[in-house]
């Protein structure tokens, strides 16, 4: 059984599939067949508990007693749907996630064990998620976790992917046969979408951690995980001491919308005092300064749960001509990063796993390089973090030293 993360993925083992939505709460759970451009060919492909079978997909309600599910037979899923999304929303009208900590469990539909679990973090004012697809990519039927939560419950998430919804005259029930016409989900009359026609759904925002707010200065990791916006800074001081443990940045990246895989390579440039060049690690070099920085190695597709490329860092070990260092993300095969989406890096303690710090990179440019995050020793001895996200047109690590020194 896998542990799922947002946005991690697995290859499916078995050709149907269930996935099972419990909470502490009552959920109404809902399926939607997706085509290419990532609407619904037509009504009939929306599956919930007015309409509960359609091409492949079917729809079992627990009774108030176990989870709703939708199954998923991917042997009997027409040709030209691409995706399977499975959607989650509270059943008491106007309630929200806060609080409530739906646990998606993915099973073989055969024999009921369980393939994969995922459990959304940081959940808040959402009425409705998408909260794990079916996808197929490359022959190859898979399963992704997304948690992505909508502010205007099950009918913005319906609207958004092309269903027709209307108003319900009084809170819809369940019904024991679909109703001859248009579907009337359990929700609130529709909001406008959350996003454009032809993009992905625009997440409602979850409580967001820790941040340091513009020309407020630096903050410390004292009260937990540090969000990161553009050009902040955080020092990476817990209980008043500087942290001097190995810490590992983590950088991932997924393919635009409907975009093709995307090779990028993650680096880190060192640099002294005077901002002189010290080296560079990269998927050529996994290791300088005598190991103290360390590689993962090379992430072909960007496709995968997690972190795409990993580089450790050893702050005790690391020389003390070393003084500024900079990740940086470039695309060798030339691809901008207008294809790239969901890019980010993050922080973390390699001794415990432990999140520090994360940076999520919410614009994009035609380029094929970008400065992601630096870090830079104090005199104290401590060393603080910027979050950059600064476009630059190079694709390798070597056009990127003159310019993440001048960024230093």
């Given at each position: 059984m896998?542990?799922?993360?947002?946005?991690?993925?697995?290859?499916?083992?078995?050709?149907?599939?269930?996935?099972?939505?419990?909470?502490?709460?009552?959920?109404?759970?809902?399926?939607?067949?997706?085509?290419?451009?990532?609407?619904?060919?037509?009504?009939?492909?929306?599956?919930?508990?007015?309409?509960?079978?359609?091409?492949?997909?079917?729809?079992?309600?627990?009774?108030g007693t176990a989870p709703d599910a939708i199954t998923v037979d991917t042997a009997a899923v027409p040709p030209g749907i691409e995706k399977i999304i499975v959607t989650a929303s509270p059943d008491a009208a106007g309630q929200t996630f806060q609080g409530v900590e739906p646990t998606a469990t993915i099973r073989n539909a055969d024999d009921s064990s369980v393939l994969a679990t995922f459990t959304p973090p940081q959940l808040g004012a959402e009425t409705a998620l998408v909260i794990v697809e079916i996808y197929l990519r490359g022959g190859q039927w898979k399963a992704r976790a997304?948690?992505?939560?909508?502010?205007?419950?099950?009918?913005?998430?319906?609207?958004?992917?092309?269903?027709?919804?209307?108003?319900?005259?009084?809170?819809?029930?369940?019904?024991?046969?679909?109703?001859?016409?248009?579907?009337?989900?359990?929700?609130?009359?529709?909001?406008?979408?959350?996003?454009?026609?032809?993009?992905?759904?625009?997440?409602?925002?979850?409580?967001?951690?820790?941040?340091?707010?513009?020309?407020?200065?630096?903050?410390?990791?004292d009260k937990g995980r540090v969000s990161l916006q553009k050009n902040q800074t955080v020092s990476l001081v817990k209980g008043g001491r500087p942290l001097l443990a190995s810490v590992k940045m983590g950088l991932g990246w997924e393919p635009a919308y409907r975009g093709k895989d995307i090779d990028l390579d993650a680096s880190v440039?060192?640099?002294?005092?005077?901002?002189?060049?010290?080296?560079?690690?990269?998927?050529?070099?996994?290791?300088?300064?005598?190991?103290?920085?360390?590689?993962?190695?090379?992430?072909?597709?960007?496709?995968?749960?997690?972190?795409?490329?990993?580089?450790?860092?050893?702050?005790?070990?690391?020389?003390?001509?070393?003084?500024g260092l900079v990740f940086t993300v470039n695309s060798f095969s030339g691809q901008k990063f207008t294809e790239v989406a969901k890019a980010y890096c993050r922080l973390l303690d390699a001794t415990t796993g432990e999140e520090l710090v994360r940076f999520d990179l919410t614009n994009a440019e035609a380029q094929t390089g970008v400065m992601m995050a630096k870090l830079i020793r104090q005199f104290s001895g401590e060393w603080d973090m910027t979050a950059m996200g600064d476009f630059v047109k190079s694709r390798t690590v070597r056009g990127m030293v003159k310019p993440a020194a001048q960024a230093l």
């Open positions: 896998t542990a799922m993360t947002p946005g991690s993925n697995i290859p499916l083992s078995a050709a149907r599939v269930t996935v099972d939505v419990a909470a502490p709460v009552r959920l109404d759970v809902s399926g939607l067949l997706l085509t290419a451009d990532g609407k619904v060919r037509s009504d009939d492909d929306f599956i919930f508990y007015n309409q509960p079978t359609g091409p492949g997909v079917t729809y079992r309600s627990g009774g997304v948690g992505q939560g909508y502010a205007n419950g099950l009918a913005g998430i319906a609207t958004d992917f092309g269903v027709t919804v209307e108003e319900p005259a009084t809170p819809a029930q369940p019904a024991a046969t679909p109703p001859p016409a248009t579907m009337q989900p359990p929700v609130a009359p529709p909001a406008p979408p959350l996003s454009t026609p032809q993009a992905p759904p625009a997440p409602a925002a979850p409580p967001a951690p820790p941040a340091a707010a513009p020309g407020t200065g630096k903050i410390n990791l440039i060192a640099y002294g005092p005077q901002r002189n060049h010290i080296d560079s690690c990269y998927f050529g070099k996994l290791q300088i300064v005598g190991g103290a920085i360390r590689h993962s190695g090379d992430n072909l597709t960007g496709e995968g749960g997690g972190d795409d490329e990993v580089i450790t860092v050893d702050l005790g070990r690391l020389p003390q001509e070393v003084t």
